[in-house]
């Protein structure tokens, strides 16, 4: 046990870095890291499972910092423990250009950084991922190897987001009683107190959603320990709201909004030290304060050397298959198994559609990877991603590999990313491509944080039809287009969706989205080819040397492309066709090759059922574009397609039109 004094002393450590941090930087938030110190200080001294010497450590706790605006509350905790690479230094440098310490905490800057936060309620909802991964992997290797918890901290802007009830609801649902997360009940937001915009009642709200729900003075050590005890022991996920005081420490300014995002100002920084007693200059820590911070950070040495041991006493495919997934490998047998899967595709020649195509790839790659884990937001039949070797989970039963999200886009992107960087699994999941929108705050994040995450977007054009104009994707491929670091996939049919898949899923650093039809294709690979096309971004499907007019296409568009093709040769203009079936893999070829691939032909024209932004990087400024314009419509997908000119003879005509 650590005396009441001394814990005092190891908060205001806590409280001291974060003020002498944000005044240096003359930037930042320093209220939620003083408010929030007891609370850290009680997880990180007694609970938390973590060894900073070795902090990949795969059973290690994880602690999301979900008010990630209170950023150096965890880049105090990471040096004050003693992670090698978070140094004082660092910490001076709170908020400037290359340091590991940004203004909100960024997952691969610093060790100990599980995830980046800053989008409020994002690492709640990560937090369910990491959850949901380790009851997964428990049931797989056993509780020698996997049997952790999964810690948060969060505000009232994480909770009032409403991609939080999205996560909860689901976390509920699942009973994951290995998940605590601490609210820093303040009453504070930037504009004032929180009854200015909401009034919810959260312990009722958690109660609602089948959490287990405590109430605790967020600066009484002990009720906090006792907290964490209580959550240790219950059978559904913990909602621990720490009544704190924001600022706490600072006397003229505590329990105010003029805490949350400013600093505190020479004098009233002077006015906490004499206040809290702390006599140490900026950025000193006294010695004693920091040996007993850092003994705290060895507390687990021992647990985690006789993890690795049991590891390696394990059996040796057990052994062997733990460590492949924890290093994102894939198995050796992938590459073949996609290519022989090609062969088949190139005997039955199919018109499918590429969602039922993907489907069918799936069937090959949940059979050779068993850390895929698979999902949906409630649009299982139509998305086509369960397989035969996905059972579904239940809150009672987590052997399956499928997830049911239910009607939470939002939630389940930023789920996926959790149980990404978890490790040991790959999540890919479903939905309608117009409903990227929802999903799109996760898919930047998974983008910005190079992590391996699928997203299967189904429905990818007014080929939805009937549906009409509220599901049909009009500028959602562009959107999706303009991320960095995501690979955006529209396979024009079997083949391409298997290589799209095996392109997807060898990416450990970025993730990747599938659009997908609704509607059969007829097949454009008609001939066995063993080098993955797709790895290329774009290659000629039809060539012709004196071509007069070069075609782009993604997807279904493929196919028009190629019957206009033909129709302009039977009229004595030679054109070729080329298929684009990830943009981003195109532009990272060596010049020669973009260049080869664009061509000299002197018409240029892209054929996409979505808008033209984007393809000018092929087609030029004064190029040829056929596709959308507006909005679509609710109708047979035929006649939708005849309607807005996304047809064969609509790119006939314009090629005539430029030639004339």
Same mark, same amino acid.
């Given at each position: 046990?650590? $005396?009441?004094?001394?814990?005092?002393?190891? %908060?205001?450590?806590?409280? /001291?870095?974060?003020?002498?941090?944000?005044?240096?930087?003359?930037?930042?938030?320093?209220?939620?890291?003083?408010?929030?110190?007891?609370?850290?200080?009680?997880?990180?001294?007694?609970?938390?499972?973590?060894?900073? *010497?070795?902090?990949?450590?795969?059973?290690?706790?994880?602690?999301?910092?979900?008010?990630?605006?209170?950023?150096?509350?965890?880049?105090?905790?990471?040096?004050?423990?003693?992670?090698?690479?978070?140094?004082?230094?660092?910490?001076?440098?709170?908020?400037?250009?290359?340091?590991?310490?940004?203004?909100?905490?960024?997952?691969?800057?610093?060790?100990?950084?599980?995830?980046?936060?800053?989008?409020?309620?994002?690492?709640?909802?990560?937090?369910?991922?990491?959850?949901?991964?380790?009851?997964?992997?428990?049931?797989?290797?056993?509780?020698?190897?996997?049997?952790?918890?999964?810690?948060?901290?969060?505000? !009232?802007?994480?909770?009032?987001? &409403?991609?939080?009830?999205?996560?909860?609801?689901?976390?509920?649902?699942?009973?994951?009683?290995?998940?605590?997360?601490?609210?820093?009940?303040?009453?504070? =937001?930037?504009?004032?107190?929180?009854?200015?915009?909401?009034?919810?009642?959260?312990?009722?709200?958690?109660?609602?959603?089948?959490?287990?729900?405590?109430?605790?003075? &967020?600066?009484?050590?002990?009720?906090?320990?006792?907290?964490?005890?209580?959550?240790?022991?219950?059978?559904?996920?913990?909602?621990?709201?720490?009544? =704190?005081?924001?600022?706490?420490?600072?006397?003229?300014?505590?329990?105010?909004?003029?805490?949350?995002?400013?600093?505190?100002?020479?004098?009233?920084?002077?006015?906490?030290?004499?206040?809290?007693?702390?006599?140490?200059?900026?950025?000193?820590?006294?010695?004693?304060?920091?040996?007993?911070?850092?003994?705290?950070?060895?507390?687990?040495?021992? =647990?985690?050397?006789?993890?690795?041991?049991?590891?390696? +006493?394990?059996?040796?495919?057990?052994?062997?298959?733990?460590?492949?997934? /924890?290093? &994102?490998?894939?198995?050796?047998?992938?590459?073949?198994?996609?290519?022989?899967?090609?062969?088949?595709?190139?005997?039955?020649?199919?018109?499918?559609?590429?969602?039922?195509?993907?489907?069918?790839?799936?069937?090959?790659?949940?059979?050779?990877?068993?850390?895929?884990?698979?999902?949906?937001?409630?649009?299982?039949?139509?998305?086509?991603?369960?397989?035969?070797?996905?059972? $579904?989970?239940?809150?009672?039963?987590?052997?399956?590999?499928?997830?049911?999200?239910?009607?939470?886009?939002?939630?389940? +992107?930023?789920?996926?990313?959790?149980?990404?960087?978890?490790?040991?699994?790959?999540?890919?999941?479903?939905?309608?491509?117009?409903?990227?929108?929802?999903?799109?705050?996760?898919?930047?994040?998974?983008?910005?944080?190079?992590?391996?995450?699928?997203?299967?977007?189904?429905?990818?054009?007014?080929?939805?039809?009937?549906?009409?104009?509220?599901?049909?994707?009009?500028?959602?491929?562009?959107?999706?287009?303009?991320?960095?670091?995501?690979?955006?996939?529209?396979?024009?049919?079997?083949?391409?969706?298997?290589?799209?898949?095996?392109?997807?899923?060898?990416?450990?650093?970025?993730?990747?989205?599938?659009?997908?039809?609704?509607?059969?294709?007829?097949?454009?690979?008609?001939?066995?080819?063993?080098?993955?096309?797709?790895?290329?971004?774009?290659?000629?499907?039809?060539?012709?040397?004196?071509?007069?007019?070069?075609?782009?296409?993604?997807?279904?568009?493929?196919?028009?492309?190629?019957?206009?093709?033909? =129709?302009?040769?039977?009229?004595?203009?030679?054109?070729?066709?080329? $298929?684009?079936?990830?943009?981003?893999?195109?532009?990272?070829?060596?010049?020669?090759?973009?260049?080869?691939?664009?061509?000299? %032909?002197?018409? *240029?024209?892209?054929?996409?059922?979505?808008?033209?932004?984007?393809? !000018?990087?092929?087609?030029?400024?004064?190029?040829?574009?056929?596709?959308?314009?507006? /909005?679509?419509?609710?109708?047979?997908?035929?006649?939708?397609?005849?309607?807005?000119?996304?047809?064969?003879?609509?790119?006939?005509?314009?090629?005539?039109?430029?030639?004339?």
């Amino acid at each position: 046990m650590i $005396s009441r004094d001394k814990h005092n002393r190891m %908060a205001n450590a806590i409280r /001291f870095l974060a003020m002498d941090a944000v005044e240096k930087a003359n930037s930042g938030h320093p209220g939620l890291p003083m408010g929030a110190a007891d609370v850290a200080t009680v997880l990180f001294t007694r609970y938390l499972k973590f060894d900073p *010497k070795a902090p990949l450590w795969a059973d290690r706790d994880r602690f999301v910092l979900s008010a990630g605006h209170g950023s150096m509350l965890l880049y105090s905790l990471l040096y004050l423990t003693g992670y090698e690479d978070m140094t004082i230094d660092e910490i001076k440098r709170f908020r400037q250009f290359g340091s590991k310490t940004a203004g909100h905490p960024e997952y691969g800057h610093a060790t100990g950084i599980e995830t980046t936060t800053g989008p409020l309620g994002q690492g709640i909802a990560n937090a369910v991922g990491m959850a949901i991964a380790e009851r997964k992997l428990e049931e797989e290797f056993g509780s020698d190897l996997q049997s952790h918890f999964t810690y948060v901290l969060c505000g !009232d802007g994480c909770l009032m987001e &409403g991609i939080s009830h999205e996560a909860i609801a689901l976390a509920g649902h699942l009973k994951l009683n290995k998940l605590v997360l601490f609210w820093d009940d303040n009453n504070i =937001t930037i504009d004032g107190e929180v009854g200015l915009s909401d009034s919810t009642d959260q312990i009722a709200r958690f109660q609602a959603v089948h959490w287990n729900t405590i109430r605790v003075d &967020g600066h009484d050590p002990d009720a906090i320990a006792a907290a964490i005890e209580a959550a240790h022991k219950s059978d559904r996920p913990t909602f621990i709201a720490c009544k =704190t005081v924001i600022g706490f420490g600072a006397p003229n300014k505590q329990g105010t909004h003029k805490v949350h995002g400013n600093p505190l100002g020479a004098e009233e920084i002077a006015a906490a030290r004499k206040s809290l007693n702390w006599e140490a200059e900026a950025f000193v820590i006294p010695e004693d304060v920091l040996d007993a911070w850092r003994l705290a950070g060895l507390r687990s040495t021992k =647990t985690r050397q006789d993890w690795e041991a049991r590891l390696e +006493a394990a059996e040796a495919g057990k052994k062997a298959e733990f460590k492949r997934r /924890f290093a &994102g490998d894939l198995p050796g047998n992938f590459d073949s198994s996609i290519d022989a899967f090609k062969k088949k595709i190139i005997e039955n020649n199919p018109t499918v559609a590429t969602r039922k195509a993907s489907e069918d790839s799936l069937e090959v790659i949940n059979g050779i990877l068993p850390e895929m884990i698979g999902g949906s937001a409630d649009l299982t039949p139509s998305n086509n991603t369960k397989t035969s070797q996905m059972k $579904s989970i239940t809150p009672t039963d987590f052997s399956g590999r499928y997830l049911h999200y239910g009607i939470r886009e939002h939630g389940m +992107a930023a789920a996926m990313n959790g149980i990404a960087l978890h490790g040991g699994l790959i999540p890919y999941a479903g939905g309608f491509l117009i409903f990227s929108d929802y999903c799109r705050p996760s898919i930047r994040l998974a983008a910005l944080m190079g992590i391996r995450v699928v997203h299967v977007l189904t429905h990818d054009s007014i080929g939805v039809g009937e549906d009409g104009p509220t599901h049909q994707p009009v500028e959602q491929i562009a959107a999706l287009r303009a991320i960095p670091n995501l690979l955006v996939f529209r396979p024009a049919d079997e083949t391409e969706t298997a290589e799209c898949w095996q392109l997807a899923l060898e990416q450990k650093h970025r993730p990747s989205a599938l659009a997908l039809t609704r509607q059969n294709l007829a097949p454009s690979r008609k001939e066995y080819e063993e080098k993955n096309l797709s790895a290329y971004g774009a290659y000629e499907l039809v060539s012709a040397s004196d071509a007069k007019v070069s075609i782009f296409a993604s997807g279904s568009e493929v196919e028009v492309a190629l019957k206009a093709a033909a =129709t302009l040769k039977d009229k004595g203009v030679s054109a070729r066709v080329v $298929s684009v079936p990830c943009f981003e893999l195109f532009k990272e070829q060596p010049e020669t090759y973009r260049n080869a691939i664009i061509g000299k %032909a002197p018409v *240029k024209i892209a054929v996409e059922a979505a808008i033209r932004q984007g393809w !000018d990087y092929f087609i030029g400024n004064d190029g040829a574009f056929v596709g959308m314009h507006s /909005f679509g419509a609710s109708a047979p997908a035929k006649d939708l397609f005849k309607h807005f000119g996304i047809t064969a003879e609509a790119v006939v005509a314009a090629v005539e039109a430029k030639l004339a």
